[in-house]
């Protein structure tokens, strides 16, 4: 679950991260009149799901109340393209405004997951507020990597080490290696998988202030954070959220070819075979081991609204549940939901014969296939 910056700087602020004053948030639809400003300059920011926003245009400096309207009306509603974005415009339908800062210095720091040695790495840099992925690539030996113990976090020793390598004023080591910390235990403490600060910005008063924030959430431990899981989801599609709220395991691609499929293994494999018989699916469905009529309905009513399925391949495998409850369950389905786009499904497991015989008597129009393969091929042949 990704947050966009002023969220972040939230939960930055409860963990004690020092972040510039907001003076609010307008949405669209909202005048910028609801929102007390009593301090000049201030900084208008594009509130999205992608980085690059400043070179976009969605970072804006205003110098009094004037430019403050003018910046806010345009930025709303805008179609904000970056290098994250590709050619898929994002509409900003949120601004933040807060004080702006005058910046001496920046620096990179974030905490993330590497997964090669399954610990968090406090990533840093002497130079922030560019790409890291082109300080990466061009300037390596810029990059700053420090391994976590996830048990007792980020020691003193350690936040001290980093704060002379990345040649901190005497006067801000204190602080920068309670912030540094302080990074730590919140990336822990509340599930993320990524915390990132960039630029952590040394203003030109000799303080260090949180600029930006990039906040990533482990989707899978929501359940432990009711707060963060009550947010809005601002990255699925209308389709992805309802699929979640009935329970389906559903992630919308670009292709045409719905998928239908028990258990994440196996559909996984299913997109790779429909992507090696030369098509590409529409979605990543999982409909779980557990599959019914009202499930497998509600997976048929899913892929069916997107409107770019031109036929639907189901590959399950009868193990939990057996072939023939699994095939009564499709043709009880097919019954209840208007299919007009060609049925593919492969059945294997557990009574698959006579799972193929419930299909094959069902007077329903249902193309069966004996392995993955062959479905896949029909399934892109059908799909044209």
Not at 64 to 88: C, D, F, P, R, V
Not at 363 to 373: C, F, R, S, T, V
Request: aromatic share 4%; net charge neutral.
């Amino acid at each position: 679950m990704k947050l966009v910056e002023y969220e972040g700087k939230e939960i930055f602020r409860r963990y004690s991260i020092p972040v510039p004053r907001k003076f609010g948030i307008l949405k669209l639809g909202e005048d910028l009149g609801k929102i007390k400003i009593d301090k000049f300059p201030v900084v208008i920011k594009a509130q999205v799901l992608a980085g690059g926003r400043g070179k976009a245009g969605g970072v804006k400096i205003a110098n009094n109340l004037q430019e403050a309207k003018e910046i806010a009306s345009k930025m709303l509603a805008m179609k904000l393209i970056t290098h994250q974005t590709g050619e898929h415009a994002l509409t900003v339908e949120e601004i933040s405004i807060e004080e702006a800062s005058e910046i001496k210095r920046e620096i990179y720091i974030s905490v993330v997951m590497d997964r090669k040695i399954s610990s968090p790495v406090l990533i840093s840099s002497m130079e922030g507020g560019m790409s890291i992925e082109e300080l990466a690539k061009n300037k390596p030996e810029m990059i700053i990597k420090m391994p976590i113990d996830i048990e007792s976090g980020l020691m003193d020793f350690q936040a001290r080490e980093l704060a002379y390598t990345l040649k901190i004023e005497k006067e801000l080591i204190c602080q920068f290696t309670e912030l540094a910390k302080n990074m730590v235990k919140l990336f822990i403490e509340e599930d993320a998988s990524l915390v990132e600060i960039n630029p952590l910005a040394i203003t030109k008063n000799n303080s260090i202030l949180a600029v930006d924030s990039k906040v990533v959430i482990e989707d899978n431990a929501l359940f432990r954070h009711k707060e963060l899981a009550e947010l809005p989801d601002r990255e699925s599609s209308d389709i992805e959220k309802e699929a979640k709220k009935i329970g389906i395991n559903y992630i919308g691609l670009d292709g045409n070819i719905g998928c239908m499929v028990n258990g994440a293994g196996l559909a996984m494999a299913t997109l790779d075979t429909i992507k090696l018989a030369g098509g590409n699916a529409a979605n990543f469905l999982d409909v779980g081991g557990g599959a019914n009529v009202e499930q497998i309905t509600k997976a048929f009513k899913i892929i069916l609204k997107d409107n770019k399925v031109k036929a639907i391949m189901v590959n399950i495998f009868g193990g939990i549940m057996k072939c023939d409850n699994i095939a009564q369950g499709i043709v009880e389905a097919s019954k209840n939901v208007e299919i007009k786009v060609p049925l593919i499904v492969r059945l294997e497991g557990t009574r698959v014969k006579e799972g193929k015989e419930i299909l094959k008597n069902s007077g329903l129009k249902i193309n069966q296939a004996d392995n993955a393969w062959e479905a896949a091929k029909l399934a892109v042949e059908l799909a044209r």
